[in-house]
């Protein structure tokens, strides 16, 4: 069987389970196409081959005994750094992790393993997940696999290259604002980012703990669903994680079912906000229309706080990750300044262990959660969250899902955004989900004229990826361009 | 001029779990370095704490039995602040809304000096819940951590500035830890750093109103050196007044051996902990019912003990007040009383024989190898008068050195008393005629020669003889 570019997993599967395929073999292709366009387009950053075969071939062995640990068992998934797997380096492509090698597996890991999944190379990201192109990684710089001049987005970036490049078939990725559905729609993968819970954090180094969440990039939207149902589920190791209601999203997806009469919400504030892309705005005007041609009602909705997103994000986000990446200091593990005096091993190890944007965002976290200051940033900022809940709540209660663009612009080329904010406006459409706790999928809509690939974001209420997935796999039944493969592939 | 001192105690209590406060790490004390260790107790990238329900249980249990009220919601927050026995240099601690806030404490009886205690409550700020850090050992020219201790849970009982005597505060601390042994919430023992204790006190004279400047004092690793300490500072800070000497804010160690504090550190501003509610552990809403669950777990109170003790067993107040000082101590008394039919004498046993061989060996009851049952077997051998009193004391002794049943060296020494008036007049005589010089004194008026002679008729039967029948004896003989 020949293995085409960006397979869904749900064909792999079949095709191992028919036996036409071994998983040897698959994983073989994909370490070849490793080896092939890793050195160009780096969206690795560390792989182990060896181990990687020995597990496909255990695989291989279970299939022969039938003793399958589940369809999925012998495909491989790439793992966002951030993600502890046991004996592995997990660096968060800072330097500061440098030589760190995880004592045990995140339950994402330990669940992807319980279903035969083999873990597939390490993914690039900006360091601790603080970016939104990979250019805040401490070791390499991500190219995005259309347009080797410009960003994959982050800081996931690494994982939706992987996808789009066929280095792996699906990859994990961690979204704290958006950091899995820019760089899908970047790269032209799906990303979706869970509701708040679905998936157990422990194991993912932490960013901001109430924003992160752990989500799949693929191929297709069946292949998220798929790979959610073996991530997700309430976890003893993680108290803020939560059971779905729905025990099988893809089996769900299987079933028969229309758009028609779907209340879909069109936040007025977000498409008439400055600084969107005319390609943009075109591409999901499409959109509305592919949809309402399906049957769906377009519902003005009204998002009163939505400008205050980017705003709240980062003094809740920093506040957290200040606290959050406190122990990274030279003690226990990773980087150790040579020196001896206790002082100077922080200061020293964390001055050179962390990266210009991992500081700024400390010193601002500190900042606002320092005394006196408090009250104006954090607990306002606080205030602030509950009323942009409020907005989506009231939204959901006369639409059923929500429509935006995933970012304001195409892909943009290297060292384009040359300060910090305008850098952080590029996630001003997901970062509001985080904030609410939702749902929301990047799914690829386009490909401009320069032959860069965009997306559109779903947004469902808390809870409700049925429907999330149900309406962004019609709509990529429906779109009117199939296939999503980089340009050299 | 008069002064008044002000103390208020800050308390650190581990509390007695199977596990660690926020991982299923062993909460044991005394295992090698870093043997109880796990991912979330070393504060490795990625990991995430679950909260122990028992450490929270027996928080708010001990918020009960000190009358707190108890939250309604409550939360845990971080503490930030860098040190390396801080495995994620931030505590999981409680900031804004502590489970248990505004108890109190009753002081009365006798105190610490000997003085009697004025009547008084003191009152509990608040009592909160976090976990505790892992212990520095410093080797020379390098320090290694044993995390052994991190993550323990550890409550903070915060005391009002109510305390205005060492006195007092020794009181306090001695309720505090009557009641965490009551309702098995802690052991308090000092020595395995099970209860921790910082003072804070200042000075100011009588006619002011405003506290004086408080002075920290840390490293207090008994009740007895907090008393030490108090007495100490509170005469140097006066010193100091009235020498018209400023007293800054600082934190000062104490040294026990020496007898005196030392300056550690001078407060130059609060330091600032950047305390914000823990995202990674929801709140918690506590029921009333789930409150009237956790009363019912509550023991009976040290003061509700001492009235039954009275009441059932007939022992005095003062009495009753030792036997309740420990739990255990009250537990052991409760079984051993059960045995015999005389409860004042195992009291009087207890308090006389126990408690000071005890404190002697500087052992605690619970080590102790004299069970309640032997304990009992001795009272009653006594009272039957099998035994004298003098074997009864000699036998606990052996039983606490070897742990034996009673019994058994009773017979294995043939201990048992003589009380057969033949056998005695037997030795009497023999004695009467040994010492002729001390008869002849006895004779003529000497009323304590008697006990000479009744001792060398024990002598002769290796403190066999019963006594009263002894002299008895003694007496007939020589006056005829």
Redesign the interface.
């Known amino acids: 069987m020949k293995i085409e570019p960006n397979i869904t997993i749900a064909k792999i599967a079949k095709n191992l389970g028919e036996g036409k395929i071994s998983s040897v073999e698959i994983c073989n292709h994909y370490l070849e196409n490793f080896t092939k366009k890793n050195s160009v387009f780096n969206a690795i950053l560390s792989i182990n081959k060896e181990k990687i075969l020995k597990s496909a071939e255990e695989s291989d062995k279970r299939r022969k005994e039938g003793k399958v640990l589940s369809s999925y068992d012998g495909i491989p998934i790439a793992i966002k750094d951030?993600?502890?797997v046991e004996d592995e380096p997990?660096t968060?492509a800072s330097k500061i992790?440098e030589g760190?090698i995880?004592?045990?597996d995140?339950t994402v890991i330990k669940k992807i393993k319980a279903a035969g999944m083999i873990p597939f190379g390490r993914t690039n990201m900006d360091e601790f997940a603080m970016g939104s192109s990979c250019e805040n990684s401490a070791y390499v710089k991500t190219r995005n696999p259309w347009d080797k001049d410009r960003v994959p987005g982050g800081s996931s970036g690494g994982s939706a290259a992987s996808v789009a490049l066929s280095i792996a078939p699906a990859a994990l990725g961690s979204d704290t604002g958006g950091s899995i559905r820019q760089p899908a729609a970047f790269c032209g993968v799906v990303g979706l980012k869970p509701s708040y819970g679905i998936v157990s954090?422990?194991?993912?180094?932490?960013f901001?703990?109430?924003l992160d969440q752990i989500g799949p990039f693929t191929n297709s939207v069946l292949d998220s669903a798929i790979v959610l149902d073996i991530i997700k589920g309430k976890d003893?190791?993680?108290?803020?994680s939560i059971d779905s209601k729905i025990a099988n999203f893809a089996e769900l997806l299987s079933q028969p079912y229309s758009i028609d009469g779907l209340r879909i919400g069109i936040p007025s504030e977000c498409i008439n906000c400055e600084g969107l892309d005319n390609v943009i705005k075109e591409n999901f005007n499409e959109s509305i229309n592919l949809l309402k041609g399906l049957g769906a009602k377009i519902i003005e909705i009204s998002f009163p706080h939505w400008k205050y997103s980017v705003s709240v994000y980062y003094v809740i986000a920093t506040?957290?990750a200040?606290?959050n990446l406190?122990?990274?200091?030279g003690?226990?593990?990773g980087l150790r300044a040579k020196t001896e005096k206790?002082s100077e091993i922080?200061l020293e190890s964390r001055g050179l262990g962390f990266g210009e944007e991992v500081k700024r965002r400390i010193l601002l976290g500190?900042f606002v959660?320092?005394?006196g200051y408090?009250d104006a940033y954090?607990r306002s900022a606080q205030k602030v969250r509950t009323l942009i809940r409020k907005d989506y709540d009231e939204a959901f209660k006369i639409c059923d899902v929500i429509l935006t663009p995933v970012t304001p612009t195409p892909p943009f080329t290297f060292n384009s955004k040359s300060t910090p904010l305008q850098m952080y406006l590029s996630d001003i459409f997901t970062i509001s989900v985080n904030l609410a706790g939702n749902c929301a999928i990047s799914v690829p809509s386009g490909i401009t004229s320069d032959n860069l690939p965009l997306g559109v974001q779903f947004t469902a209420g808390f809870m409700r990826e049925d429907i999330l997935l149900k309406t962004s796999h019609i709509f990529e039944l429906h779109r009117s361009i199939k296939s999503f493969i980089p340009p050299e592939n | 001029m008069n002064y008044i001192a002000t103390i208020g105690l800050e308390v650190h209590i581990q509390i007695k779990t199977a596990s660690k406060m926020f991982c299923s790490c062993k909460n044991s004390f005394g295992e090698p370095p870093n043997t109880l260790i796990c991912p979330v107790c070393t504060g490795m990238p990625g990991v995430m704490p679950v909260p122990n329900k028992t450490a929270i249980v027996k928080t708010i249990m001990a918020g009960l039995m000190t009358g707190c009220d108890i939250a309604k919601f409550s939360k845990f927050d971080r503490k930030s602040y860098f040190y390396p026995d801080m495995p994620k240099n931030y505590q999981i601690s409680q900031y804004d809304l502590p489970f248990c806030k505004n108890g109190k404490i009753h002081i009365s009886g006798k105190a610490f000096s000997g003085a009697i205690l004025n009547e008084k409550y003191i009152g509990i700020t608040r009592i909160h819940l976090e976990e505790d850090v892992g212990k520095l050992n410093h080797f020379g020219r390098f320090s290694g951590i044993d995390f052994n201790r991190a993550g323990v849970p550890l409550m903070e009982i915060v005391s009002e500035p109510d305390i205005n005597t060492p006195d007092e505060a020794y009181a306090y601390l001695t309720g505090l830890k009557e009641i965490m042994q009551y309702a098995d919430i802690s052991d308090c023992d000092m020595e395995k750093g099970q209860m921790r204790c910082d003072v804070n006190v200042s000075v100011r004279p009588e006619v002011q109103k405003e506290f004086g400047t408080k002075v920290e004092v840390k490293n207090l690793n008994s009740f007895r050196a907090v008393h030490r300490a108090l007495t100490y500072e509170i005469e140097r800070q006066i010193e100091m007044l009235k020498n018209g000497e400023k007293i800054y804010q600082e934190t000062r160690g104490w040294n026990d051996d020496r007898g005196e504090s030392y300056l550690m550190r001078r407060k130059e501003s609060a330091h600032d902990y950047r305390y914000f509610p823990e995202p990674d552990l929801s709140p918690f809403i506590i029921t009333d019912s789930e409150i009237e669950e956790i009363k019912r777990l509550l023991p009976e109170l040290p003061a509700e003990k001492r009235k039954r003790f009275i009441r059932d067993y007939g022992v005095t107040e003062y009495d009753a007040e030792i036997l309740t000082q420990d739990k255990f101590i009250a537990d052991y008394f409760d079984s051993a009383v059960k045995l015999v039919s005389s409860p004042k004498t195992i009291a009087n046993r207890i308090i006389s024989d126990l408690l000071k061989e005890l404190n002697d060996r500087k052992i605690s009851i619970t080590e102790c190898k004299v069970k309640p049952e032997y304990l009992a077997e001795i009272v009653k051998s006594v009272s039957s008068g099998k035994i004298t009193n003098t074997a009864g004391k000699d036998i606990l002794s052996e039983v606490f050195n070897t742990g034996k049943e009673p019994n058994k060296i009773i017979d294995e020494k043939g201990l048992i008393q003589i009380s057969d008036e033949s056998s005695i007049a037997k030795i009497a005589d023999e004695v009467i005629s040994e010492f002729p010089s001390q008869v002849s004194e006895f004779r003529s008026g000497k009323e304590k020669v008697l006990q000479f002679l009744i001792g060398q008729v024990m002598k002769k039967t290796k403190g066999k003889a019963n006594p009263q029948i002894t002299a008895k004896i003694l007496r007939e003989k020589l006056s005829s």
């Open positions: 951030n993600l502890c997990c968060c992790l760190f995880s004592p045990y995140a954090r422990y194991g993912l180094v932490a901001a703990s109430s003893p190791m993680d108290c803020t506040a957290e200040s606290a406190a122990r990274f200091d003690i226990r593990y206790l922080y500190t959660l320092s005394s408090y954090y």
